[in-house]
């Protein structure tokens, strides 16, 4: 499930206009939580998760940045 939100937000960031939001309904997941601190330390991004509930969480999409692919970790879960 890393390699799902790992591709979600590689993939579909740019996507997300500036001032967008973003909806994790499952951000209680440690797996969930490594891909977002991942993503946003190799893409040096400033924005932070908000949590709703006991579960999901958001953020806003505050500038435009171009994603870095080269930082794309190796696949761990998926069925290669």
């Not at 740019?14 to 209680?28: H, K, L, M, Q, T």
């Not at 601190?37 to 709703?52: I, K």
């Not at 006991?54 to 930082?71: L, M």
Request: glycine share 4%; with cysteine; aromatic share 22%.
């Amino acid at each position: 499930w890393y390699d799902a939100h790992q591709d979600a937000l590689y993939y579909l960031y740019s996507f997300v206009p500036v001032g967008g939001y973003v909806i994790f309904d499952d951000f209680a997941f440690p797996w969930v939580q490594s891909a977002w601190s991942d993503f946003t330390s190799d893409q040096r991004f400033t924005e932070e998760v908000v949590l709703l509930d006991a579960n999901g969480g958001y953020f806003r999409k505050t500038k435009e940045v171009q994603v870095n692919f080269r930082t794309m970790r190796e696949p761990r879960d998926c069925n290669l």
